[in-house]
């Protein structure tokens, strides 16, 4: 994906090409969940946060993660390097709440009618929190594949 997003509606592609498929691997302890505030249903978000982790065998390690954030715009490399800092943390709230506090420092939001720079800020601190949680709580509550 780093190679292909280049940034807000541009990716890497040439104005000749198109993307006809995308692979996603399966992982076993990996989930993810995604997290949206709008005024109202259907609107534009005021802000919107999504996670993907994947949890050691013992579902108490992050072994992989990564946090995205939308309409606060966000700072990519700020994003890959919260991602990245999360890796070998345990999966417990502190981590979370560590991650939401950076993913508030990531972003530069405007003030709109939708809201203050500041409040939406604060939104992708704790969409962040709640999307790597629900991402977490999801791992663990997934049964193990069951062997052939």
């Known amino acids: 994906m780093d190679e292909f997003h280049e940034g807000p509606y ?9 993307l006809i498929e995308v692979r996603i691997p399966l992982r076993h302890n990996m989930s993810n969940a995604y997290a949206k505030v709008e005024r109202r249903v259907g609107d534009w978000a005021v802000a919107a946060a999504g ?3 994947t949890l050691d065998a ?3 390690t ?6 995205g954030l939308t309409a606060v715009n966000p700072d990519g490399a700020a994003l890959r ?4 800092a999360m890796v070998g943390r345990p999966a417990t709230e502190d981590t ?9 420092q990531a972003c530069e939001p405007v003030s709109d009618m939708r809201g203050s720079a500041d409040y939406k800020r604060h939104l992708a601190s704790e969409l962040t929190v709640r999307t790597l949680r629900t ?3 999801r791992v663990r509550n997934t049964p193990p594949p069951q062997g052939n």
């Open 10 to 18: 541009e990716t890497s592609l040439a104005h000749n090409e198109m």
């Open 51 to 53: 996670a993907a982790v």
């Open 58 to 60: 013992d579902q108490t």
């Open 62 to 67: 992050i072994v992989a993660a990564r946090v």
């Open 81 to 84: 390097a919260l991602s990245d």
């Open 96 to 104: 979370f709440a560590e991650a939401g506090r950076a993913a508030a």
């Open 135 to 137: 991402s977490v709580e």
